[in-house]
């Protein structure tokens, strides 16, 4: 398949995460789009990195060329798990203070 | 790399601290070894010396004009440990897993200051932005408290979505994350390429609280604890720039010409935004926010101008920005009146807390014999000799005017106005420590010239 799909793909995800995050009130879908964002990172990462390892796999067929990029998104992975641990942790602190996760509840900052 | 693994490994030895010890000093006094440490460590990678043998491929570096950033940063993070540890024991009852989490933090400030890869950049701006959603969200009873840890982690990690794609875009388009490779120069972007650097700016400007990315700013400085927001202005706000400038310039440095005129309106927005609404605040805690705001702007000269004037004069401005903000963090958590009519009187009260927050704001407001007036000064140095834009300059110049409008509101208020006496239980210590902060502040406004010598090692 070429590569163009999977682009499409990811910034289909992308932009739903978006759009998403801009529209919902709800922290927990919120954070769930977030989420959708960081996973169509990872597939276009993986995509690419393909892309980029059949390309130098044509020239030299040890190449590693183009790995680096499918170990960037086990990093992702790992920065997204500590993400949740903390935001879902802020996320319940909240829930038990004023027994909601209306994200409107954060304008009553704004004096 | 020597402060990396330092401060790493400190912040696993405040946690120890915290269950070995029942003492409410030691947690403090580990907390300043550690910074006082981390500046000797800083202090080695200056001079090339390595305590450890590491192969880092290349995905870090450590110049002069790195490790010296690091070393004015360790100093910062020693004063604020030294005045704000009392402080974060009051608020929370056990402050070490709280220095212990400032480490973390300290950890990915240094890393945001030597990436080579896009892979530790992401890291570093990570392992900064993780702990500091803890330290904003950390008194759990108080609402604001909450919501400014809800919001700052909501807007960061959407931040680091974009910042993620951004990634992934030039990736797709270089096929490497070594900042270097990327920086070859094209006459002609390719979508994919532009598309890349639009969304890394995006998310750096969210990171450094520029406008027209700023709206979370105001909230979370306000709803954070003052301990804590003091830590997250400063110290972090002055690593997320010196990322935001290494990046453009490792990166995109031969675009320079591109996206220029793109941070010019960022620069512009960012003054006239947070000057203007700096003025109408009637919290002082809020006031600082917004001229927080208004002190990027004049950090995102660096990137209008990226010379090497622009390089010495961030280092210079984030020092400078970071020890003043510290010093009047101090003493407004201090206070429980945080509204301009609290410090109404001050001078005739407390004289001495008065004279150092004068120093302080004076600083800020960029007067000369004070640190901030040379950081302002490399600033639009820097701007004006690339010759473009000189319309920036003159705004740049009326907001710093502007600027002293608020600034010495608080000072008028100390000086010039009746009030009653109010209780600012200060301790001999804390108030040494704020006396070292003023001396080293009027030091840096009489010899720029050994922070500039630090940055040309």
Known sequence: ?111 | MNSIILSALWGVLMMYTGVVSRSNKAPGIMAALGAALLMGAAWLDLNGVSLAPFDLHGMLEFPPYVSGFILLMSLCLLLYVLLSNDEIDRLTGHSADYLALIFFVMTGVIIVASFKTLLMMFLGVEIMSIPLYILAASDKRNLKSNEAGLKYFLMGSFSTGIMLMGIALLYGSFGTFYTAALNIGFLALSPLTLAGIVLLMVSMAFKVSAAPFHFWTPDVYDGTPSVFTSFMATIVKAAAFFGFLRLFEGAFGKLHEQWQILTAIITAATLLIGNLTAVFQQSVKRMLAYSSIAQAGFMMFALFAMNATARQGLVLYGVSYSLATIGVFAVLAKMKDQTFEGFNGLATHKPFLALMLTVYLLSLAGIPLTAGFFAKYYMLLAALKTGQMLWLVILAVLSAAVGIYYYFRVIQAMYFKEGADQEVETSSGFRATLLVTAVIIVLLGVHPDWVIALVNY
């Open chain 1, 1 to 111: 398949m070429p590569v163009n799909y999977y682009i499409f793909l990811s910034l289909i995800l992308f932009s739903i995460g978006i759009a998403g995050v801009l529209t919902r009130r709800n922290a927990i879908i919120v954070f769930m789009c977030i989420e959708l964002m960081l996973n169509a990172v990872n597939l276009l990462l993986v995509a690419f990195s393909k892309m980029h390892h059949v390309a130098a796999l044509a020239i030299d067929p040890a190449s590693t060329v183009g790995t680096e990029a499918q170990l960037f998104v086990f990093f992702i992975m790992v920065v997204a798990a500590a993400e949740v641990t903390v935001g879902l942790a802020i996320i319940v602190m909240m829930y038990r203070n004023i027994h909601s996760v209306d994200i409107n509840f954060l304008n009553r900052l704004k004096h």
